[in-house]
């Protein structure tokens, strides 16, 4: 079953922020929820990741709702170069046992308008 | 300082062949994992290396095996290829197994013919 829930696509026009919803409703107390996106033909981009406080980085912002069920990646002033698909994963930290693979789900296709 | 370097960046294969992938990490990360990419599945995790030594892997055949030398270096070996192991395969590097942030590479697009 999916871990995270996000819609197939959203546009947003150029020079405002960019709201991408999460659902990740199963969450356990020990998951991260992590951010990533992917330009078209290259690797995975992280971009920012927290627990349950909100987060800010110099690419995003990150709201975590109080119950941890879901999550807004802010960005706030997008440009035609944060066209991409993001992806919300949610993992755990620190397990011991090596580096889970992340799980990358459908993501949500993010088309700026000029 | 350098990014995730895979080599080769395209390659061309027949079926029944073998291929071998190959991924530098950042200097100074010590954990390895390895991706393929289709359209139809999506990102799907292969395995990741620390220390030389294999810590997790995912659900794909023993065809796919891995392997990271003391330098932190990784290749990725697929014996008798199939088509649909055309894909992106990509290299992502971490600093340590603690499941940080993860870089990635460029990838290997690899086309089975």
């Known amino acids: 079953d999916a871990k995270t829930t996000q819609p197939t696509s959203m546009d947003c026009a150029e020079g405002r922020a960019a709201n991408l919803p999460c659902n990740h409703s199963t969450i356990s107390g020990n998951e991260y929820v992590y951010w990533y996106r992917q330009i078209h033909s290259q690797g995975p981009q992280y971009i920012i990741h927290?627990?349950?406080n909100n987060e800010t980085n110099e690419m995003a912002s990150l709201i975590i709702t109080e119950d941890r069920k879901s999550s807004t990646l802010i960005l706030p002033h997008a440009t035609l170069r944060d066209t991409a698909v993001y992806y919300c994963?949610?993992?755990?930290?620190?397990?011991?046992?090596?580096?889970?693979?992340?799980?990358f789900g459908k993501g949500t296709h993010l088309i700026i308008q000029p | 300082k350098a990014g995730v370097t895979q080599t080769p960046r395209y390659l061309i294969k027949t079926r029944g062949q073998q291929v071998t992938l190959s991924c530098s990490p950042i200097?100074?990360?010590?954990?390895v994992s390895w991706y393929q990419q289709t359209p139809g599945q999506g990102l799907q995790f292969l395995f990741e290396?620390?220390?030389?030594?294999?810590?997790n892997k995912g659900n794909f055949p023993g065809r796919f095996s891995g392997r990271q030398f003391s330098n932190s270096r990784s290749e990725m070996n697929v014996s008798t290829l199939e088509l649909g192991d055309s894909a992106l395969y990509l290299c992502a590097s971490t600093r340590d197994s603690m499941n940080t942030e993860a870089f990635f590479g460029q990838g290997t697009r690899l086309t089975v013919v």
């Open positions: 290396y620390f220390s030389e030594t294999q810590r």
């Open positions: 927290g627990l349950k």
């Open positions: 200097s100074g990360h010590r954990s």
């Open positions: 994963i949610v993992r755990v930290v620190g397990s011991g046992g090596g580096a889970d693979g992340l799980t």
